[in-house]
């Protein structure tokens, strides 16, 4: 396995450990805050900004291993019927396409992430400094796209080596 897969790998597995734990603490706030509110009708104060804050770190911090495998939604009913030549060419062009449109998402998250540790800015209940969560994202944005690179990599390498009858 090539230095690259591997570190795409380990990158993602552990991306998606911490998606997995953010998740369960989300779990866990809810229902702790649903539990407060019928017997004590009191809500854990923040527990919207950290549903919101963990939300966003679950989805993000989850998709490079999603690429990795495979489980997104393809709409194959029309491409299906195209020869295997060109539906490698359209999962090339679907690859770069993504790939540099995430590159971009990560740019922007990371400027957007500078904007607010530059304002000072902080979530409303808790205090909490809103730049970190963003970077984490973005991370996660990083990684999806390193996956992406590597799925677009692989593609082309078939297609230049005529493997074009398998599936993956």
């Known amino acids: 396995m090539p230095l690259f897969k591997k570190i795409v790998d380990i990158s993602n597995g552990y991306l998606i450990k911490i998606s997995m734990l953010v998740l369960l603490f989300m779990m866990f706030l809810v229902v702790g805050n649903v539990l407060t509110r019928f017997f004590f009708q009191n809500p854990i104060p923040g527990t919207f900004e950290l549903t919101r804050i963990s939300l966003a770190i679950v989805v993000f911090t989850s998709l490079g291993y999603g690429q990795l495998k ?5 709409i194959t009913f029309f491409f299906s019927r195209f020869p295997m030549s060109v539906q490698k060419i359209v999962q090339v062009f679907n690859y770069l396409l993504t790939l540099v449109l995430f590159s971009l998402v990560f740019w922007q998250m990371l400027k957007y992430a500078e904007r607010m540790s530059a304002a000072g800015e902080f979530t409303s209940v808790l205090r909490l400094p809103v730049h970190p969560w963003i970077i984490i994202a973005a991370i996660g944005v990083f990684f999806f796209g390193l996956t992406l690179l590597w799925d677009l990599i692989q593609t082309i390498l078939k297609i230049a080596k005529g493997e074009l009858l398998d599936e993956s």
């Open 70 to 74: 495979k489980v997104y939604i393809q």
